[in-house]
């Protein structure tokens, strides 16, 4: 068996690719963000249709996006594995316990978070990402050129108000998941330090509410527009 796969199948291996992973994705929420908040600007989504098409046939990001859905897979695959590792090395819990002082109501409740956040990527891919790439898109021009009014699909269904519900509950979960994955990422890393810890707990603590927060922002003004 080779080192990478030794190290893979260790426990720290594992917990070691689930940071990296973690962190990735991290990183394409602040840029998925970027561009969905070109959603609020008043121009009847000629700058998301744009960046949309910039987004679809750009060759580097198809690359980057086949790349973030294999991450998606290892992040949740590799936290079922370590979820699973756990309860074995510990199949009887302790008959005293004072879990609530001892770690955050997020930290204890991941895999269920994890979970929870996996059925919306799951139903936001199908109501999006398929249905631009599959279905049945309306044209619309700027300019002259042609572009798909991927902007008419995105309004239509934060028209719904039962999807802009299960949108906003779902940021909140993602806010939760993000409070502890955040710092708990750089840790795992071996990047924590007495002088720089406490200051990544914080800024872990404002990314995970301000960039959920700005997400379940775009569907309610949408609605409300709407």
């Known amino acids: 068996m080779s080192w990478v796969s030794k190290t893979l199948n260790s426990t720290l291996g594992r917990k070691v690719l689930m940071a990296l992973t973690g962190l990735f994705l991290i990183l ?7 561009g969905n908040l070109q959603l609020l600007i008043p121009d ?9 098409a910039t987004m679809a046939n750009n060759p580097f990001i198809k690359v980057v996006s086949i790349g973030n859905f294999a991450f998606i897979l290892l992040h949740v695959i590799y ?8 309860k074995k090395s510990r199949p009887v819990g302790y008959s005293i316990t004072k879990a ?21 990527i799951l ?17 619309t021009s700027y ?5 798909k009014d991927v902007f008419a699909i995105v309004s239509a269904a934060y028209s719904n ?8 509950l779902s940021m909140g979960f993602l806010a939760f998941h993000l409070s502890h994955g955040f710092a708990s990422a750089f840790q795992t890393l071996g990047l924590n330090h007495v002088k720089y810890s406490p200051l990544i707990r914080k800024v872990g603590l404002v990314f995970s509410i301000l960039i959920p927060a700005l997400f379940a922002l775009i569907p309610l003004v949408m609605f409300f527009q709407n």
């Open 161 to 168: 108000v039962l999807y802009v519900a299960f949108y906003v």
């Open 44 to 52: 009847g989504g000629e700058a998301f249709n744009k960046y949309a």
């Open 100 to 120: 609530s002082s001892n770690s955050t109501w997020a930290s204890r409740n991941m895999g269920i978070l994890g979970t929870l956040l996996l059925i919306f």
């Open 79 to 86: 936290s079922i594995i370590l979820s699973r590792h756990n």
């Open 143 to 147: 300019e002259g050129v042609e572009f």
């Open 28 to 34: 394409f929420l602040v840029v998925h963000l970027a």
């Open 123 to 139: 139903v936001h891919l199908k109501g999006f990402y398929y249905e631009v790439k599959f279905g049945s898109i309306p044209m």
